[in-house]
């Protein structure tokens, strides 16, 4: 199962700077890694740094401080020519809303093959047109799409898009951010099995982000529970929703409801509220509970939790 | 059973579009009893949306409603009032019934905000108009409102406009104005799907727990079936601007009889094993410019019978409260079982349940 980090995030800090006297700590020190072919999820509530860890990773903003590490390359630095043309080639972004980044006046075939024109990545029209016939095939889009604008297709199909723009690069990660978030349950059901789908043929690995966990914990094979900045805890799929140790964790997987009416009726999620928990995630250090397993913690809070 | 609030009865409504008529809904019944949550579920575009506007009067310039009722039963001082609402005219509507006596919240709350206000002028307002507050009571009721739906630091949060606040707290402000007019009727149109669990199960609670206090009827449009089983206690299975199979939310979970009501419980990611695909129904919803000939499920229905595709099944009566819409149940059809994997899931499930609550009764469902 271990497989070569393709990427590696160490102490990772995004603050942004509103004014004199505050500072948005949007990324406060997160350290974690993505193996090849692997799908790393990324929860937590809304404002908890997700998307701001996806574009700092990809270099739609400069880290404050902290490494990335991609295919053995620091790109979290100043970036030369060749680290930039790695990163705009092999790391792909998809977003939630795939209509917003997708060029209404441009055909299909423009914009999947927006990225072969920027980096020169063919040689004749022909070959080009090949790419993404191909590309169309894989993600379940009819080859005749290929001269329609956006707006005549559904929102499951502009994810389809979205993704086929991304991976026509042949990327080794693709950073989904709420991908499928705006989609219906049954065109979740059909872009994940894509995705995977996809992912088993090209091996390429995903970072997940999504707040429903429970297509998460479907689609991924380690988890990352962000609170605030802060990665509060770490680990397998299993790891997170079978043995989850930080109180942060439980409150939010108590608060996924179940599809079983007379149990989901009488179920309360367990509340959990920084400000009065006493917990301060500046003393927490990553304590391992396993080879896969770490939570944010204090010695004495690691104890507490943990006893029992 | 408790009373009815809102019984909608045949409705049917169109859309003038360039490519023809769309028949958006097609002979539509649902009620609503009293301190009870009837839950509408389906795909996108079968027609949930449309038929909660067609009871707020929210209509486009291209809609045609062209048969219908929807019976609107409530108390008016001491007198007790049966209203067709189809019948009042738009001002009436907002006068009378539209936040004072049904209320919306929408996927999007800018739907309902309003950018240039401040949320503690907007959530005021209403009590003022409807309620005869004072500014003073008002105020107070807001701050308590904001509190409920877990909005820290209110005083604060009462000056912001809503341009301030973020999509979660939005939504929270939207639900609060909503409820500050005590309603008898809620409709919430996916209100906490772009929402954080964390925050949707601080919603849902608070829905459920006003209900347990002012007996406020709640019609609840959600994709997602944990929600369901959580806030609902019916449920109405939508396709293709129909109910195809209505029920106690026990009877829709633990036995469904529609084919489609089947596909959805199937798709839910907790089904089946690890690596497992998702199951998908197959094919996509009818396109409702066409005229539909018998079952509008039928060409995605594995099941399907020759009847389906000529004559449109009837609700065929399964307990004094299930129906479900599909010749599977008339008498002569042969016997058709869901899937394996359906049925061992729901087998679980029900385990589950039972071992969960001693004294819930689980052969009553
Ligand atoms: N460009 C920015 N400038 C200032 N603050 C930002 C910026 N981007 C994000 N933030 C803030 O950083 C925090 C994390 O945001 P985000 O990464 O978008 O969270 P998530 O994706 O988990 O919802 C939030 O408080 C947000 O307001
Ligand atoms: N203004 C409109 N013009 C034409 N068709 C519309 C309009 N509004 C809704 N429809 C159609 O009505 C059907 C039902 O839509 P809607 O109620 O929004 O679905 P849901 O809420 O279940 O996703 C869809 O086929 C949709 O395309
Ligand atoms: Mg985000
Ligand atoms: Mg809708």
């Excluded at chain 2, 809620?186 to 799907?193: A, F, H, V, Y």
Aim: net charge neutral; hydrophobic share 35%; proline share 4%.
């Amino acid at each position: 199962m271990e497989r070569t980090p393709i990427l590696q995030v160490t102490d990772l800090k995004q603050h942004f700077k509103m004014s004199k006297k505050f500072t948005v700590k949007a990324v406060d020190g997160v350290s974690f890694e993505i193996r090849e072919g692997e799908t790393y999820g990324l929860v937590g509530e809304s404002g908890s740094g997700k998307s701001t860890i996806g574009r700092s990773i990809i270099r739609l903003y400069q880290p404050t401080s902290g490494t990335v590490t991609f295919q053995g390359v620091d790109i979290s630095g100043p970036l030369k020519e060749k680290e930039q043309v790695l990163l705009r080639t092999k790391m792909q972004m998809i977003f939630q809303d795939p209509m917003a980044c997708l060029n209404p006046r441009k055909k299909v075939i423009d914009i999947i093959a927006q990225g072969l024109d920027i980096h020169k990545l063919y040689k004749t029209k022909q070959e080009r047109k090949e790419k993404v016939d191909r590309i169309l095939d894989k993600v379940g889009l009819s080859r005749e799409h290929a001269n329609r604008y956006p707006h005549q297709f559904s929102g499951g199909q502009r994810q389809r898009i979205g993704i086929a723009r991304a991976l026509i690069m042949e990327p080794k990660l693709i950073i989904a951010d709420e991908a499928i978030s705006a989609l219906d349950v049954s065109i979740q059901a059909q872009v994940v099995n894509l995705m995977k789908e996809i992912q088993e043929e090209t091996n390429t690995a995903f970072l997940f982000i999504a707040h429903d966990l429970s297509m998460v914990k479907y689609i991924s094979d380690r988890i990352g529970v962000l609170h605030l900045g802060n990665l509060v805890e770490t680990g397998t799929t299993q790891d997170i929703f079978d043995h989850p140790i930080h109180p942060y964790t439980k409150s939010l997987l108590s608060a996924i409801p179940h599809a079983n009416p007379i149990k989901e009726k009488k179920r309360v999620a367990i509340p959990y509220d920084y400000a009065t928990s006493g917990i301060d995630y500046s003393n927490g250090i990553q304590q391992k509970i396993s080879d896969s397993h770490s939570v944010l913690a204090t010695d004495e809070e690691y104890k507490a939790w943990t006893a029992g | 059973m408790s009373e009815t609030v809102l019984s909608i009865r045949n409705l049917s409504i169109s859309f003038q579009t360039s490519n023809g008529m769309v028949n958006a809904i097609r002979g539509l019944d649902l009620d609503l009893h009293k301190g009870k949550t009837v839950a509408i579920v389906g795909e996108s575009g079968s027609g949930k949306s449309v038929t909660v506007k067609a009871i707020m009067r929210i209509l486009s310039g291209n809609q045609k409603i062209n048969s219908g009722s929807i019976t609107f039963n409530f108390d008016s001082g001491d007198e007790k009032i049966s209203q067709d609402l189809l019948k009042l005219s738009k001002k009436e509507m907002r006068s009378r019934i539209n936040g004072r006596r049904i209320a919306m919240v929408f996927q999007d709350p800018m739907t309902s905000l309003n950018p240039t206000m401040t949320i503690g002028k907007q959530i005021m307002e209403g009590m003022i108009i409807h309620l005869n507050k004072t500014r003073a009571e008002a105020h107070e009721r807001a701050l308590e409102l904001l509190r409920l739906v877990g909005i820290s630091d209110p005083e604060n949060r009462m000056k912001s406009y809503p341009h301030q606040l973020s999509g979660g707290m939005r939504q929270r402000v939207v639900i609060a104005i909503m409820l500050a007019c005590d309603p008898e009727v809620l409709i919430c149109d996916e209100p906490t799907t772009a929402l954080d669990v964390t925050i949707q199960a601080k919603i849902l609670e608070l829905i459920k727990e006003i209900q347990a206090r002012t007996h406020i009827s709640v019609i609840y449009i959600t994709h997602d079936l944990g929600v369901v089983a959580k806030v609902a206690d019916y449920v109405a299975v939508m396709y293709a601007g129909k109910i195809v199979e209505r029920g106690t939310v026990n009877e829709i979970f633990y036995d469904p009889k529609h084919p489609y009501t089947w596909g959805l419980l199937s798709s839910m990611p907790d089904i089946g094993s690890e690596n497992e695909k998702l199951y998908t129904i197959p094919g996509s919803p009818p396109n409702l410019l066409h005229k539909i000939e018998g079952d509008a499920f039928a060409p995605r229905n594995v099941h399907a019978l020759k009847i389906d595709f000529k004559q449109e099944p009837p609700m065929f009566k399964i307990t004094d409260t299930h129906y479900a819409a599909t010749w599977l149940l008339h008498e002569n059809a042969s016997k058709v079982e869901m899937s394996e994997t359906l049925r061992r899931r729901i087998d679980k499930v029900v385990k589950e349940a039972g071992r969960d609550g001693e004294n819930t009764d689980l052969a009553s469902y």
